[in-house]
């Protein structure tokens, strides 16, 4: 019988070597991964049937679902994102959100309009809305896309541009405002929380997100700091002690805490964010909501699962399965992070929520 110490010991070897796999994953060809995820995802030919039959009558239902939607999920769904133009309208629809000045506008409606593929999209549509849109694009692009070739329509192609990037950014903005209301559902969190209220009803559940870059300076470490402990107890009051699985919760950008989040900072990071982290993550278990550390570039990877890893073992998280973590599950360590992840839930004693995510 293994002393706790030794049990303890083995947990620790057991989850460094799961590290050291997540680390070797890393540095695996891709070829070599994919080919041995397809091996092990073979079935016969009536699972796959079987499988395929599910996959699209799921898919189906939602196509379905979202035709009795407005005229912005028609969009979405016309422009999707497996087209040069739906890349250009998500480009759009969350660049907008951000760019304060005309002349930056301009140019991103030139960069991400001009080039793209909108007479293909014409007709395709039964929204009146999102034909309409596609013939405004299409327009769009051949207006600020005229040949330059000699002095006198030089001088016209630049009235005419200068002029129609008025009316054509007016138009974008408002469109992408209507675009960016599907995935950015408030300018505060009250707002999105109540957005929200309308689909829970529904089934769904929610994780509020704040959009952001990283933190450059201490100032705006603080700033986020504050604006994610105000998220929380915002959504811990509406959640009405629904618990974390049932009821809302936070995601949090870690990298918003510490103008310096980066592996050379590794032990700056500990002493100054973790602190930070674990306030807001006991705030949140006072609320009794999720609170969910968001994925990072692929250089923080590390000092994520570590600071995954810091917040399942706080003896003052104890008794609280709202910890949660989104898992990069396109990428070459997928698996092995799986793996890690269980192996600590296992070893902490806790359930550890995961959001699947590309990557």
Request: with cysteine; net charge neutral.
């Amino acid at each position: 019988m293994l002393s706790e110490i030794e049990t303890m010991r083995t947990v620790d070897t057991d989850l460094a070597t799961l590290r050291q796999r997540i680390n070797d994953a890393s540095a695996m060809r891709e070829e070599d991964v994919v080919q041995a995820l397809m091996r092990e995802a073979r079935m016969d030919a009536p699972t796959l049937a079987k499988a395929q039959e599910l996959a699209a009558r799921l898919a189906q239902g939602v196509r379905d679902a979202r035709l009795d939607a407005g005229g912005v999920d028609l969009l979405t769904q016309e422009f999707s994102l497996d087209s040069r133009e739906g890349i250009a309208l998500m480009c759009l629809a969350e660049a907008m959100l951000r760019i304060p000045d005309t002349e930056t506008r301009n140019q991103l409606i030139r960069d991400k309009i001009v080039d793209a593929d909108w007479r293909a999209h014409i007709g395709k549509s039964p929204s009146l809305f999102v034909n309409a849109t596609a013939w405004g694009l299409l327009v769009t692009g051949k207006l600020l896309k005229q040949p330059d070739e000699k002095a006198l329509a030089e001088a016209l192609t630049r009235v005419v541009r200068k002029g129609g990037e008025a009316v054509v950014r007016a138009g974008v903005a408002y469109a992408m405002r209507m675009l960016g209301k599907q995935f950015v559902t408030g300018q505060t969190i009250e707002e999105a929380i109540g957005e929200g209220r309308k689909r829970e009803s529904s089934g769904y559940r929610y994780t509020y997100d704040m959009l952001g870059e990283a933190a450059l300076t201490d100032e705006d470490a603080q700033a986020y700091f504050e604006s994610y402990r105000h998220a929380i107890e915002a959504i811990g009051k509406d959640a009405r002690a629904r618990g974390p699985i049932e009821g809302p919760g936070v995601s949090v950008k870690i990298s918003g805490l510490h103008p310096r989040y980066e592996s050379m900072q590794r032990e700056r990071v500990l002493i100054e964010l973790y602190p930070r982290l674990l306030e807001l993550a006991q705030l949140a278990k006072r609320y009794g909501i999720g609170f969910h550390l968001d994925q990072e570039e692929s250089a923080r990877f590390e000092l994520t699962l570590e600071m995954l890893e810091r917040l399942c073992r706080e003896p003052g998280l104890r008794g609280w399965n709202g910890i949660g973590i989104s898992l990069q599950a396109y990428q070459k360590r997928g698996r092995a992070v799986a793996d890690w992840i269980i192996a600590l839930a296992r070893s902490t004693g806790r359930r550890i929520n995961i959001r699947l995510v590309k990557g």
